[in-house]
């Protein structure tokens, strides 16, 4: 049968995989995350090569809510260029920045990884106006503020898979959760006394208070918060110079004298200093808690903040770029109205319910209507979630060519 191999083959590629944990073991950090301490909420007694991080990166490639990425907006909407990033680009580039800290830190890359790409799943269409719109919807319906991260992990730890979720390790779903907003700290710190009990508490605590804060229990975790910054603040600024939204010259002198002034030379010099400056992690001791942090000089600290207003200032909130987000807003309302109902009638009058046909008869069942209507708008992409408006009558904005 596909799958199986002769005994003698078994032996064999296990033997490998007890080699790579031994490598680990002697040649990583002592304050790495070890694929021997994965942990999952359920044992799994299938024999398997891989090891256990490298597995849940695998998981979350092959997951339908990771195919979505491929439409869903990174910073610039309804923009016809194809040189702009899109979500699927920006999770590929934190997960080769992050390996990359982690190969010089002596970190778990297989770890990276799997949290990189997992990260931005729960994003729902249009980015973080898509967001807050639907956090709207979600409170005006009685439910709790909707936060990317927490989508991110009810979607692979229990949409996929008809709604019994992959089953990832507790540390890549706590860097998922733990994904939470801006960095502002210099510096990042692990908090390592966490277990499947503690993180179902975290989820929800930070449901309940979106301004909770949250630290990974990996300085794994702890590295692709910071990658995810590195990797998209240069970036968009790129895409905002290919779009004419702003001039390379405008970037803050400061800025540009200490990082660069193109994507390049920006990734390059906070990779540089992040790495030189944690680079007593690689030394450190099991014990030796004072080397348990990753972060930046306080001089490139300083020139990434204000890198961050600049964009925040000149990108983010420009009034040059304005896609039509009144008519999104509207196809939202519409489209979770109209949803909604479905659910509602599904319920009252057995309604066909093929807009749910991927879950589980116990998730529909412990749902409330307004649940499952935010988790399936979550899930669309930008194109698809155009398709439905229009299908229900909305007026849906148009992509706008900007010039090249």
């Known amino acids: ?24 073991q002697s040649g990583f950090s002592a304050l790495a995350c070890l694929s021997r301490s994965a942990v999952r909420r359920t044992g799994e007694t299938g024999a398997d090569h891989r090891q256990p991080f490298a597995q849940d990166a695998d998981r979350i490639l092959h997951s339908r809510a990771y195919s979505r990425y491929i439409d869903k ?6 923009v016809d260029n194809d040189h702009i990033t899109h979500r699927v680009l920006h999770v590929q580039m934190v997960s080769r920045i992050g390996r990359t800290i982690g190969r010089f830190l002596g970190l778990n890359e297989d770890l990276i990884e799997a949290v990189a790409l997992g990260h ?52 890549v779903l706590d860097g998922i959760l733990c994904h939470d907003g801006e960095v502002q700290a210099r510096q990042l710190r692990p908090d390592r006394r966490k277990d499947f009990s503690g993180h179902d508490r975290e989820l929800a605590a930070k ?66 200093d992040l790495l030189v400056n944690s680079g ?45 987000f009144a008519k999104i807003h509207h196809c939202y309302e519409r489209l979770f109205e109209h949803f909604l109902a ?14 749910l046909r991927s879950m589980s008869p116990a998730y529909v069942a412990g749902q409330s209507p307004a649940a499952m209507v935010r988790d399936y708008l979550a899930g669309m992409t930008d194109a698809y979630f155009l398709r439905q408006s229009a299908a229900i009558g909305c007026e849906i904005p148009e992509r706008i060519c900007l010039p090249k």
């Open 120 to 171: 931005d799943i729960g994003h729902p269409p249009f980015g973080h106006e898509g967001e807050r719109i639907l956090s709207q919807l979600c409170r005006r319906h009685g439910l709790a503020s909707f936060q990317h991260n927490i989508q991110s992990v009810q979607f692979l730890d229990r949409f996929e898979r008809g709604g019994t979720g992959w089953n990832l390790t507790l540390q």
């Open 207 to 272: 449901a309940a208070d979106p301004e909770l804060p949250l630290v990974p229990m990996t300085l794994e975790g702890c590295v692709v918060r910071l990658a995810d910054t590195i990797a998209y603040i240069g970036r968009d600024i790129e895409d905002a110079i290919e779009l004419r939204l702003i001039a390379r010259a405008e970037i803050p002198a400061l800025c540009a004298s200490v990082l660069g002034s193109s994507n390049g030379t920006i990734v390059y010099a906070l990779v540089t």
């Open 280 to 324: 007593q992690v690689r030394e450190a001791g099991i014990s030796d808690t004072n080397s348990d942090c990753i972060g930046f000089s306080e001089e490139v600290g300083l020139a990434l903040q204000q890198l961050k207003a600049f964009n925040y200032q000149r990108i983010y909130t420009n009034p040059a770029f304005k896609p039509d």
């Open 342 to 355: 479905r659910a509602q009638r599904m319920d009252e009058e057995g309604d066909d319910r093929s807009f």
């Open 73 to 78: 907006t990174q910073v610039f909407s309804l």
């Open 1 to 24: 049968m596909i799958g199986q191999c002769s005994a003698q083959h078994r032996d064999w590629l296990n033997g490998i995989r007890k080699d790579l944990d031994d490598r680990e």
